[in-house]
């Protein structure tokens, strides 16, 4: 007989053979013990977690001759003949490539047939999820009201693309993935039963790689029983998976411990040069790193740690890494995986990474210059705070007919004012005569579609910005920071680019207007309190008001100017 594959082999044939999903199997077992099956089951989980084969097993005990506590017997000619694929009442569909309309029609125009040998007809169609709209709905009577001699079951790994209607009609399990530990015992169980001498790390680094998946544990452990010549070693499944040695992960992690840059370089293009995946690379990155963490919080988290990873060379090391560190690594190489998936220069992304996380104490300075200009910041806070209350108590003495006192010439905030002439209030104010609420809620549906229109680094700078207001005419959008203020609103081009782009979404023409998150609530005010007059399309300006004041009052603004006193009415 030709050769045939381990998980081919070793399919699970009862429930009882089935691994890591104890609940599911012993939910079917006894539904089927109480003949109390329903018509229709959807099976749901990732690749290789045994949906298929519960599904084979449960065709065979529902027709079984002779079940045992809800277990086929795999004796009678009824199981006999399943497992040789060829009972005719159990009918496979790979939806895959028979997703049309045509074939579920055909399959509801046959259901309606007595099965010719077993009790039940049974329907397993595998990868569901890719049938087509229609095809769903020429299943939905057939799924919802089948014969009372006919069982559907659905299988899929991505069950959110199924409708809710097909979902509804059916009993849904949802497979779990296997823990390592239940895939070791497996493919021990297997190379015992086969009399294979193995390496238990060969057999630890296989069951990593599975992903909780069994059939692609049992296919890694073909494939290196085959580059082994029966024999498995753990050279052999490093190769086979394409893991790091325990010299390559020490090598690389002194380096990076040391902050030796050029030496951790080295050690990247040794391990490149390989053959190793850079993405399985970064995956062995944070797994030493999630067990240096618990090796150095806590000597209970300590046994957690993963055996197979760790080596005395490692914890050796672990004394250079603090836990914030460490969590900055995590951080970076987490954010290089998610480049590394949508990119062909996975090498640069990997050099970038090294470069990174081997010289901390960029983070460190960076950090240490933020901290600095806060800490400026909230002097010059304190000093403005102490000089408006000062000239707030000049004018209170005005307007009690005290003498007025020389008052110091208060130093300019150059930044502030630098701000406050870049922004554009009579567009501002334009915007604000005929904004509306659903003007607003039409320019925050857009935005999400205005970001994937631009560049990865405009997109980085519009990330910190968000519509306040708008109207037919135009957007008012404030950013968190001054600084990428001033930076959009200083690029002509980048402006008007985003222009363009939100006319060509709202399907009209509609103008960008920057402000400062911090100023909107005072210009807001402002336009409400002074009743700006908008109509004006050349210039806005306040409407005028004829109102009397006090001298005393009068004598105040000349001082100290309009924008300083704050005049009350009693």
């Not at 021990?188 to 238990?200: A, P, R, V």
């Not at 399309?537 to 924008?563: H, I």
Request: glycine fraction near 2%; hydrophobic fraction near 40%.
């Amino acid at each position: 007989m030709a050769y045939q594959a381990l998980y081919r082999v070793w399919r699970p044939q009862t429930f009882s053979d089935v691994i890591g999903q104890e609940v599911i199997t012993q939910t079917l077992r006894n539904a089927v013990a109480s003949q109390m099956t329903s018509h229709a089951y959807l099976f749901s989980g990732p690749r290789g977690t045994g949906k298929t084969s519960c599904a084979k097993i449960l065709a065979k005990a529902v027709n079984c001759l002779n079940p045992h506590d809800g277990e086929p017997c795999n004796e009678c000619e009824i199981c006999v003949a399943a497992n040789e694929n060829r009972l005719n009442d159990v009918i496979e569909i790979d939806a895959a490539s028979n997703n049309g309309v045509e074939e579920i029609r055909d399959i509801r125009d046959k259901v309606k047939y007595a099965p010719t040998e077993a009790k039940f007809k049974v329907y397993i169609i595998d990868e569901v999820h890719m049938l087509s709209q229609g095809a769903f709905n020429a299943l939905l009577k057939t799924l919802e009201e089948p014969p009372a001699n006919v069982m559907f079951i659905l299988a899929t790994t991505e069950p959110q693309k199924i409708p809710a209607t097909i979902i509804s009609r059916t009993q849904s399990f949802n497979f779990r993935r296997i823990s390592r530990q239940d895939i070791l015992k497996r493919m021990t169980f297997i190379l015992d039963d086969k009399k294979i001498k193995y390496d238990e790390e060969a057999l630890n680094i296989i069951a990593a790689s599975a992903e909780g998946g069994m059939r692609d544990a049992l296919s890694i452990l073909d494939q290196a029983l085959s580059y082994g010549d029966d024999e498995l070693t753990l050279k052999n499944a490093q190769e086979v998976t394409g893991a790091l040695s325990n010299e390559q992960i020490v090598s690389y992690m002194t380096a990076i411990a040391d902050n030796k840059p050029a030496e951790a370089l080295t050690s990247l293009y040794q391990i490149l040069a390989s053959g190793r995946s850079a993405l399985r690379f970064t995956e062995m990155i944070i797994r030493v790193c999630r067990n240096l963490i618990l090796y150095n919080s806590n000597s209970d988290l300590s046994k957690q740690m993963d055996n197979s990873v760790m080596t005395q060379e490692l914890l050796d090391i672990a004394n250079k890494f603090d836990n914030a560190r460490l969590f900055y690594i995590v951080d970076q190489v987490s954010a290089t995986q998610k480049n590394l998936k949508n990119s062909n220069q996975t090498d640069i992304y990997m050099e970038i990474l090294t470069v990174k996380i081997s010289e901390p104490k960029l983070e460190e300075a960076t950090s240490e210059e933020t901290d600095t200009a806060s800490s400026i910041d909230n002097v010059e806070i304190d000093k403005l705070r102490d000089e408006i209350s000062h000239l707030q108590s000049e004018v209170k003495d005005l307007s009690n007919g005290k003498p007025a006192t020389p008052v110091q010439s208060k130093p300019k905030a150059h930044h502030r004012a630098n701000t406050t002439a870049r922004l554009n209030k009579t567009a501002i104010y334009k915007v604000l005569g005929s904004a509306t609420k659903d003007d607003l809620a039409n320019a925050k549906d857009v935005w999400p579609d205005l970001m994937s229109m631009l560049e990865i680094s405009q997109r980085a700078m519009m990330r910190v910005a968000e519509p306040v207001a708008a109207s037919a005419e135009g957007i008012v959008v404030a950013f968190d920071y001054a600084m990428w203020f001033e930076q959009v609103q200083d690029d002509s081009e980048f402006l008007k680019e985003l222009t363009d782009n939100v006319s060509r979404l709202m399907k009209k023409d509609c103008q960008i207007v920057l402000v400062p998150k911090a100023d909107w609530p005072k210009i807001r005010k402002e336009y409400i309190d002074n009743n700006i007059d908008s109509s004006n399309k050349d210039k806005v300006k306040s409407k005028k008001e004829t109102k009397k004041t006090d001298p005393t009052v009068e004598e105040a603004v000349k001082l100290f100017g309009d924008d300083i006193v704050d005049i009350k009415d009693d």
